[in-house]
T-cell receptor, first 117, second 114 residues
């Protein structure tokens, strides 16, 4: 149980185009999902916290107009990278949160590799 | 605010040898502590967690960690490693309540050699 999927697993796009990444909780409902960004050989940096039916909360320094997050249902959140540039190339990982034992546990997706040419 | 320091960026070790990956944290409130493993081009998998209670926590794949409040540490150990343990390991901290946002350390690359 507690499986999170991401689609696509990798994507290559041209500079200036927009790319949408989907994050789905397959066997549980998640009121909260998180989006992370990971540069090569570096740690995960939280970009935003997404709650179903409300606007995402972005971390300091993350451009909300560039990284659009939509959490339309309890099993789906999407991240759209608008007008992508080469510096947006990165590994994007989502997580979905649900209550287990006695705390809110995050379950991570497999990640999406974005390459902007 | 919380922060996490992983003291070693890389740890090379021979197969069947013991290993310890070090993690220190900083927080003004009580915290939850986690260790995650990441294989190449994959997401994160939870190895173990400390929420409360016993300070020695056992996880999957033979790993264990000990919470030391006085030294603000949560070091990860395995008595005998395998080639398949080669991966990136992240220590993380969160403050109980709210969204339980995770703050990650920089990661430690464990390289197991035959």
């Amino acid at each position: 149980g507690a499986v999170v999927s991401q689609h696509p697993s990798w994507v290559i796009c041209k500079s200036g185009t927009s790319v949408k990444i989907e994050c789905r909780s397959l066997d549980f409902q998640a009121t909260t999902m998180f989006w992370y960004r990971q540069f090569p050989k570096q740690s995960l940096m939280l970009m935003a916290t997404s709650n179903e039916g409300s606007k995402a909360t972005y971390e300091q320094g993350v451009e909300k107009d560039k990284f659009l997050i939509n959490h339309a249902s309890l099993t789906l959140s999407t991240l759209t990278v608008t007008s992508a540039h080469p510096e947006d190339s990165s590994f994007y990982i989502c997580s979905a949160q649900t209550w287990t034992e006695d705390y809110n546990e995050q379950f991570f997706g497999p990640g999406t590799r974005l390459t902007v040419l | 605010a919380q922060s996490v320091t992983q003291l070693d960026s890389q740890v090379p070790v021979f197969e069947e040898a013991p290993v310890e990956l070090r993690c220190n944290y900083s927080s003004s409130v009580s915290v939850y502590l986690f260790w995650y493993v990441q294989y190449p081009n994959q997401g994160l998998q939870l190895l173990l967690k400390y929420l409360s209670g016993s300070t020695l926590v056992k996880g999957i794949n033979g790993f264990e960690a000990e919470f030391n409040k006085s030294q603000t540490s949560f070091h990860l150990r395995k008595p005998s490693v395998h080639i398949s343990d080669t991966a990136e390991y992240f220590c993380a901290v969160s403050a109980p309540g709210g969204y339980n946002k995770l703050i990650f350390g920089a990661g430690t690359r464990l390289a197991v050699h035959p």
